[in-house]
């Protein structure tokens, strides 16, 4: 791409910040924004060793450590396991014997399932024809093991219990976003999802029969489910039929009769975003969303007593589990200026929470954490998002608005290398939950659903006319960005109201809502037409959503970043809009990751990454020039 020339203290500011090659040495004002990250904790059946991710390498690896006792850290391993492409998720079978891992080359969508010894002796691809594996529940015994199937050209996945013994794969359903969630103890049952997205359903499948029951009626946003140690008791994680999700409870009081489900743990005004069962089956962990921020609750499941857990480091909880002594949980965790990292909590005494690794040095008190601000959309919907200001500073700034993707993600308070770095330039970076978002409830989450979406879009509005009046964002110098669907509504914003920016980012958005349904996986469409609109049936309401066919509209500079293996979003949503504004005499940037899918997952990239954008934006919103350190 071409590069926007810009000052010399900018490229001294920029290297400092991301690590480049003339790099101040770390401390000197805010050392790395690249540090390891770690997530994905899995401790081993037996206690002694754990699993997790890391990019410690420069790309998302497997590492196993063993666990110490005493509550110490753990002493890394020299390398990672053995496992192909970048890992997204890793679980251990339940007698110990595999690590099964699903993977994917480049972090594109065409994943794979790979067990492996926990020595590395013998690895194994289960389906390795198909389009696509993915990850779901060991059974009991650990011989058998869930994924889902994408046969190549399929818009439905099929839910396996595969036999790792002999290779042999029992088919327990088919449908969009199959999943095996759990087998019961016994190996007589199986629960399975189904369903497009916001309509998802769990039944309950007699692995002898094949009976199948529904577990709960309506569809949901949040369908997952685990068997009790008794196996008499489904625990369902679930938003079906109300607001919020909440943890229930089935008894199974037959081969396919069930008990009415009741709450065990729910909340009025906060999702319920992470469970987890303790080994023995009393307890329950629970991780809630607070407006954005996690809450850790201990669920006694025998009397119904709730317990507060200690506070992580960061802000965010992104994962969990019991230790197998149930004597601790080991946390992901991640905040504004905390890197993601693992954290061990103590329950048997109220203590802090300790680092399961050791923690890379920093400078994380020189980063900014934000602050939450509401406001109304234009119809009067209650709005609110995230705002990040340089330390210290007044008045009116240059301001980029960020927009999450999905659209049924949540912006959150996490570490955002981007953000700090534009903060250092004196760009304050507003990131708003916008219609759509996840994490306030059913309602909100389906309210940008099909033609509600053009009020979706003018919700980024409202939230420019939010920073102008308050006084918080220069009206000349406010731009645009997003990432995925967040790239979608920067481009749609910026066709729709071009007067309000002075500059754009698009990462990996759909541009064609029509040539988006044509290339992208076909299971990915099969489940998106609840959220988007039918490519046939909707073909009029999604060419007036797209944004190519205002392109002619865009005249703030675009800089659209994408990744060459993204079958998601796939290339073609970025290439079609950077060749029709250079068509019409623009001049857009364009960054193309090679080794890349639908997100950025090396070091290094993400190193240029924060980089370009940087520079794109300042130079086209601050006068970087008279930046002081």
């Not at 509600?452 to 980024?460: E, G």
Request: glycine share 12%; hydrophobic share 40%; proline share 7%.
């Amino acid at each position: 791409m071409d590069h926007l020339g810009v000052s010399d203290f900018t490229e001294r500011r920029l290297a400092r910040l991301t690590g480049g090659a003339d790099a101040h040495p770390a401390g000197t004002t805010y050392g790395e924004l690249f540090p390891t990250a770690y997530s994905n904790p899995v401790p081993s059946p037996d206690g002694t060793l754990v699993a997790w991710v890391s990019d410690r390498d420069g790309r998302p690896r497997a590492w196993v450590g063993v666990l110490p006792p005493d509550g110490g850290p753990i002493v890394e391993p020299e390398a990672p396991l053995p496992v192909e492409g970048d890992v997204q998720a890793l679980t251990w079978s339940p007698d110990g014997t595999w690590l099964a891992f699903q993977t994917a080359l480049h972090g594109g969508e065409r994943t794979r399932v790979q067990v492996l010894t926990p020595d590395g002796s013998e690895s194994r691809q289960l389906a390795p024809g198909a389009a696509a594996v993915t990850l779901g529940a060991w059974s009991h015994n650990g011989r058998q093991l869930g994924v889902t199937v994408f046969p190549e050209g399929a818009g439905d996945g099929q839910a396996c219990l595969v036999d790792l013994r002999d290779g042999t794969s029992t088919v327990l359903a088919a449908g969009p976003a199959a999943r095996v969630c759990a087998v019961s103890g016994d190996g007589r049952r199986a629960v399975v999802r189904l369903g497009r997205r916001g309509e998802r359903r769990l039944e309950l499948v007699d692995l002898h029969s094949g009976q199948r029951t529904e577990l709960l009626p309506g569809g949901a946003t949040i369908a997952d489910a685990r068997f009790g140690v008794t196996g008499r008791q489904l625990y369902v994680h679930t938003d079906a039929g109300r607001e919020r999700p909440a943890l229930l409870v089935v008894t199974l009081l037959g081969s396919t009769e069930l008990s009415t489900a009741y709450p065990v743990a729910e909340r009025p005004d906060d999702d319920l975003d992470l469970v987890s069962l303790d080994p023995a089956g009393a307890r329950a962990a629970l991780v809630w969303n607070v407006d954005g921020r996690s809450e850790i609750e201990l669920l006694d499941l025998r009397s119904g007593m709730l317990e507060p857990v200690v506070p992580v480091p960061g802000d965010v909880v992104t994962g969990l589990a019991f230790s197998r002594d149930g004597r601790a949980l080991l946390a992901a965790n991640e905040g504004p200026a905390t890197p993601p990292q693992l954290a061990r909590i103590g329950l048997e005494t109220y203590g802090d929470a300790t680092p399961l690794l050791p923690a890379e040095p920093g400078d994380g008190e020189s980063l900014v954490a934000p602050t939450l601000h509401e406001f109304r959309a234009e119809d009067g919907l209650l709005l609110s998002g995230w705002l990040f200001r340089p330390s210290g500073v007044l008045g009116s700034l240059p301001t980029l608005i960020w927009l999450h993707g999905g659209p049924e993600a949540q912006e959150r308070p996490t570490f955002q290398p981007l953000f700090q770095a534009l903060l250092a330039e004196g760009v304050a970076v507003f990131a708003p939950n916008v219609r759509g978002s996840g994490g306030y409830g059913r309602s909100f989450a389906c309210a940008d659903d099909h033609e509600r979406r053009f009020v979706a879009i003018t919700d980024v509005r409202a939230a420019v006319d939010f920073l102008v009046s308050a006084r918080l964002a220069d009206p000349g110098r406010v731009g645009v960005s997003g990432r995925s669907y967040g790239g979608y509504l920067a481009l749609a914003a910026l066709a729709w109201f071009p007067e309000l920016f002075a500059v754009g980012v698009d990462v990996c958005g759909i541009s064609d809502f029509a040539t988006f349904y044509a290339s992208t996986e076909p299971w990915i469409a099969e489940a998106a037409t609840t959220k988007y609109g039918d490519p046939h049936s909707d073909a009029a309401l999604l060419r007036e959503l797209s944004p190519i066919h205002r392109v002619d509209r865009i005249t703030a500079p675009l800089l659209v970043v994408h990744g060459a293996h993204d079958t998601n979003v796939p290339l073609v949503e970025a290439q079609q809009v950077v060749d029709a504004l250079r068509e019409r005499g623009a001049s857009p940037g364009f960054l193309l990751f090679h080794d890349e899918g639908h997100e950025v997952h090396g070091t290094d990239n993400k190193r240029v990454f924060v980089r370009e954008v940087v520079r794109w934006v300042t130079a086209n919103l601050s006068d970087v020039g008279v930046q002081t350190a």
